[in-house]
C-alpha cells in the first residue's frame, strides 16, 4: 500500500506518518527530511541559495524515486502537490489523502512553531491566519484531487486508518 499525505503545514502529515506507517507495518518518511538529507541543506538554504524552482524539481524528483517502493506512509511537503504534475503522480501511484484541518486549528499548532519556520517566522496571528487563508485558496484545486479528503473531527487516526481500509 502507497499512501500520500497532503495538506498544509501545521496539518498532521508528519504525526499521521508515523501512526499509519505503524499500523499498517511499513516504512514512514517525510519527503522534506528526505530532501534535507539528500541536499545537504535545509529547505531554508535551498531556497535562499538555488531557489523555489530548483527545490521544486529536487521535490519532484525525489517523490518520483518512491514509485520504485512497494509500500510506504509519505508526508509530503505542503506545495508537493502543487508542482511538476505531483497530483497526478501520487494518485496514479496510491492513495492520497488530503488532511484539511482548520485554518484556526493551524494557527493554534503553528504559533508555537513559528522559530522554526521560516515562512510564517515574522508572522503574527494575524498574518499568519491570513498567509493560510491564501495557501488554501491557491492549494485547494490541486488537493482536492485527493482520492481521500479528511477533515474536521474525521481526523483522527482511527477514523483515517478506517477510511484507508475502505479505499484499499
Known amino acids: 500500500m502507497k499512501i500520500f499525505l497532503i495538506g498544509l503545514m501545521g496539518s498532521g502529515k508528519s ?11 511499513t516504512g514512514g518518511y517525510d519527503l ?21 524552482a530548483a527545490f521544486r524539481k529536487t521535490e519532484a524528483k525525489l517523490l518520483r524515486w518512491f514509485g520504485e517502493k512497494k509500500s510506504y506512509v509519505l508526508a509530503t511537503g505542503g506545495g508537493t502537490a502543487c508542482f511538476h504534475e505531483n497530483m497526478d503522480w501520487m494518485n496514479q501511484q496510491g492513495i492520497t489523502v488530503w488532511l484539511n484541518e482548520s485554518i484556526d486549528v493551524l494557527v493554534e499548532r503553528l504559533e508555537p512553531e513559528k522559530a522554526h519556520r521560516p515562512l510564517i517566522q515574522a508572522l503574527d496571528k494575524q498574518q499568519l491566519s491570513a498567509f493560510l487563508q491564501k495557501q488554501l485558496a491557491d492549494r485547494t484545486p490541486f488537493y482536492s484531487k485527493a482520492k481521500i479528503k479528511l477533515s474536521g473531527t474525521q481526523l483522527q487516526i482511527k477514523q483515517l486508518i478506517q477510511t484507508i481500509q475502505q479505499y484499499a
Open 15 to 25: 504525526h499521521f506518518k508515523q501512526l499509519l506507517a505503524t499500523k499498517f507495518k
Open 32 to 52: 522534506d527530511q528526505i530532501i534535507e538529507t539528500v541536499e545537504e541543506k535545509s529547505i531554508t538554504e535551498i531556497f535562499e541559495t538555488e531557489g523555489e
